[in-house]
């Protein structure tokens, strides 16, 4: 399994952007990159998912490099409801082979 | 569609008891899978059920089982249960499986 590895914590401002970096030095070939984003008492919240190159939905943003060692999670102009923990997967939900990250705590402030 | 629920959202139990969590998936979804989510260990994928099958299985120990039924409704069951096991246990649902997870606000479980 890859070892995926990301900050424990980030702290930021309403109307910034932040960018979470989750390391995956041997990630597989099959494996693909996925965001989820979680509220105390609730389950993991779906945000990204990539395999290379970049990938943009309506909240956010991934930056795969071409060697996908690294990933980086962009939320652009973040608010207050964003403060929340951000998890990185690596990994494929066919053969369920995954591995998150720790967890990054985003902290926005007024 | 409502999203997926879990039952109970909390539970205390002993040291050598046992214990069975439900899961109802979203309507349509096939495929259910069962983490644990404990601050030491953070998430760890516990087994993935599709069409009442067990399809893909993490690295836990046999005292922790699951079963999927007809209806895609799923459970999982611990057994002699340890204080090592307090955790946040959560399902996902997708619908074939290797979609985007959906997941439940979990059952907190608190052995003592």
């Known amino acids: 399994l890859a070892k995926t590895t990301q900050p424990i914590s980030m702290d930021s401002y309403e109307g910034q952007e932040v960018n979470i970096t989750c390391s995956h030095n041997?990630?597989?070939?099959?494996?693909?990159i996925t965001w989820y984003q979680q509220f105390p008492s609730q389950g993991p919240r779906f945000i990204i998912q990539?395999?290379?190159t970049k990938v943009t939905n309506e909240v956010a943003s991934l930056f795969i490099p071409a060697d996908r060692k690294s990933s980086t999670l962009s939320l652009p102009r973040v608010s207050l409801s964003d403060t929340a923990v951000y998890y990185c997967l690596v990994g494929t939900f066919n053969d369920y082979k995954l591995s998150f990250g720790a967890g990054t705590t985003v902290t926005v402030r007024a | 569609k409502a999203g997926v629920t879990q039952t109970p959202r909390y539970l205390i139990k002993t040291r050598g008891q046992q214990v069975t969590l439900s899961c109802s998936p979203i309507?349509?979804?096939?495929?259910v899978s069962w983490y644990q989510q404990t601050p030491g260990q953070g998430l760890q994928f516990l087994f993935e059920y599709f069409s009442e099958t067990q399809r893909n299985k993490g690295n836990f120990p046999g005292r922790f089982s699951g079963r999927q039924f007809s209806n895609s409704r799923s459970e999982m069951n611990v057994s002699t249960l340890e204080l090592g096991d307090s955790a946040l246990y959560l399902c996902?649902?997708?619908?074939?499986?290797?979609?985007?997870?959906?997941f439940g606000p979990g059952t907190r479980l608190l052995v003592l």
């Open positions: 996902a649902s997708t619908p074939g499986g290797s979609g985007t997870q959906y």
């Open positions: 309507s349509g979804h096939r495929s």
């Open positions: 041997n990630i597989a070939t099959n494996d693909y």
């Open positions: 990539g395999y290379k």
